[in-house]
C-alpha cells in the first residue's frame, strides 16, 4: 500500500488542454499533490468568466474534465485553475 504516496504528483500542475485548438470539445487536465478545494474557471480575454468547470473539493492525484464550447465565440480563451496554495492559467482556442 506504500506505493499509492509515489503515484500521487509532486506539485500542482495545469495541463495544455486537448485537443488545442478545439471545436467544439475539449478535455482539461490538473494534478494536485494533496486533496484540497479546487476551482477551475474560463475566462474570455476580457477577463469576462464564460464558465465554471470545478468549485469543490478534489483529492490528491489526476483529475481531467470536460469543457463544452459550443455557446461561446471562436478565439483565444484563459482557464484558470486555483488552489489554497497555487493558482495557475493557461490559454486554448477555441475555432469555429
Known amino acids: 500500500a506504500g506505493d499509492a504516496l509515489a503515484d500521487l504528483p509532486d506539485s ?18 490538473f494534478s494536485l499533490p494533496e486533496a484540497g478545494p479546487v476551482r477551475l474557471t474560463v475566462f474570455d480575454l476580457l477577463g469576462r468568466r464564460v464558465a465554471v468547470l470545478a468549485d ?6 489526476r483529475h481531467a474534465l470536460p469543457f463544452d464550447a459550443r455557446h461561446l465565440a471562436g478565439g483565444a480563451y484563459l482557464y484558470r485553475l486555483r488552489t ?9 482556442i477555441l475555432m469555429k
Do not use: K
Not at 56 to 61: C, I
Open 84 to 92: 489554497p496554495e497555487r493558482t495557475l492559467t493557461r490559454t486554448m
Open 12 to 29: 500542482y500542475e495545469l495541463d495544455q488542454n486537448y485537443p488545442n485548438p478545439f471545436n467544439p470539445e475539449t478535455t482539461i487536465g
Open 56 to 61: 469543490g473539493w478534489f483529492e490528491a492525484g
